[in-house]
């Protein structure tokens, strides 16, 4: 008997984007984003059908877009064949109704399709239960006004959602997962809490490497390290943190991490659902802030990064950028990124690494001081200060005390500068 394998149907979306002087930055849509959109549906499973950017004074309160342009995405979706309309703005409940019922397709906004992305990049039980914890706070303010979304299992592209649970059940139910599962991540938080502990002990500065998704973070961190991370080139192919150990240099090792890319109108639930892998970033000792230079908004991309480190609050972190993909910038680009504000490297054919690692040594280095200490046998609490707080390269027990040979930084250079002793 011939089995006959069916293939998956990709579902063809009509791309929508409304521009009005009263947005912000972040609210407002351009071509820019419009192309973001095409290549999240994409990354998403889907394809673009056709797109159309509406600029008007002010939204309007009914259908977002005005009753012309709903009629005008209507006919443009029955004539491209489209599956569904995907909005690159933030829709409310109701509007999300009306738009499906102008015409006659399910309608998805920009935070849903990010969380179905999301939804297939979640591989670890952390980043499985972050991912459903931020559907359902997505879901709960919507359960009145969706209509066939909902019966997309969050409207996602291939219908993927929290599970098989009736999405029209009360909200005390979802109320109560939601619940549930912001104690399972936050025994999370507490896990990586220890760890974070047990790797101070080590004595081995944190240098987490961030960025705006698809800049080459984890092509970055297999380059240095093998971690072995699958690196594809789309959006957001990276949701679970890695971390390696990895020698800068003969004196000097480090751990590496790699982080979740950042995105223009990411979500803010989507944030506090992983906050639990973002806080990461709050205990690094440097950031390397990696930035896809080949891309011609590489600065407004820079721009968004900066911010999501600022809510995070890590933005006083000392941090390098990393200016990525070099090999495929326009040569004309280069010269005007000047040396002093960063490193110019390609994380896929491994130039410019050399640099990258020694500006890594020299900023994790600021500050600090190679001393020889001789301290008293009787002053045991300065040793366990050493041993605490300094990089500890020798130890000889003598005939007068502890000889100690140590890098410290500047505020226990200032605690211990009593027991120093001339070379």
């Excluded at 889907?46 to 005005?66: N, V």
């Excluded at 004595?203 to 699958?230: D, H, R, W």
Aim: net charge negative; glycine share 8%; aromatic share 4%.
């Amino acid at each position: 008997m011939n089995e006959r394998k069916e293939e998956k149907k990709i579902e063809r979306a009509v791309l929508v984007g409304l521009s009005c002087p009263g947005f912000s930055r972040e609210e407002d849509t351009d071509e820019r984003t419009m192309d973001e959109l095409r290549a999240l549906v994409e990354t998403a499973g889907g394809e673009a059908a056709a797109m159309t950017l509406q600029r008007r004074p002010a939204p309007d309160a009914r259908t977002f877009i005005g009753e012309g342009k709903a009629l005008e995405v209507r006919q443009l979706a029955e004539a491209e064949g489209a599956d569904l309309i995907v909005f690159d703005n933030e829709l409310s409940p109701s509007q999300m109704r009306v738009l499906e019922e102008e015409t006659g397709l399910p309608v998805l906004d920009r935070s849903g399709l990010i969380l179905d992305i999301f939804a297939q990049r979640a591989r670890t039980g952390e980043g499985k239960l972050q991912v459903e914890l931020a559907q359902y706070q997505y879901i709960l303010p919507r359960l009145a006004g969706l209509g066939k979304t909902m019966s997309r299992l969050g409207g996602g592209i291939g219908t993927r959602g929290p599970g098989e649970s009736k999405l029209e059940s009360d909200r005390r139910h979802i109320r109560r997962r939601i619940d549930k599962l912001k104690e399972e991540l936050e025994q999370v938080r507490q896990v990586r809490a220890v760890q974070r502990r047990q790797r101070k002990k080590t004595e081995l500065p944190m240098v987490a490497i961030v960025g705006y998704t698809n800049a080459g973070k984890s092509t970055l961190l297999n380059q240095l390290t093998g971690a072995g991370i699958e690196a594809n080139d789309r959006l957001f192919d990276t949701l679970d943190p890695t971390t390696r150990k990895k020698r800068i240099s003969d004196t000097q090792e480090i751990l590496l991490s790699d982080t979740v890319g950042f995105i223009r109108k990411l979500p803010h639930h989507l944030i506090s659902a992983f906050k639990a892998t973002l806080e990461e970033l709050t205990y690094a000792d440097l950031l390397l802030h990696v930035i896809d230079v080949s891309d011609e908004d590489w600065r407004g991309q820079a721009e968004t990064v900066e911010k999501v480190i600022g809510q995070l609050g890590a933005k006083e972190i000392p941090r390098i950028l990393v200016f990525n993909k070099a090999d495929r910038c326009d040569p004309d680009v280069l010269p005007f990124i000047d040396p002093k504000e960063g490193v110019k490297i390609s994380a896929k054919t491994g130039a410019g690494l050399d640099g990258l690692l020694a500006a890594v040594e020299q900023a994790l280095g600021r500050g600090k001081h190679p001393v020889r200490l001789l301290v008293p046998y009787s002053e045991g609490a300065v040793l366990d200060l050493l041993h605490r707080e300094a990089q500890i390269e020798r130890t000889e027990y003598v005939e007068n005390g502890t000889l100690v040979e140590a890098v410290v930084d500047d505020k226990t250079f200032g605690r211990v500068a009593a027991y120093l002793i001339e070379e």
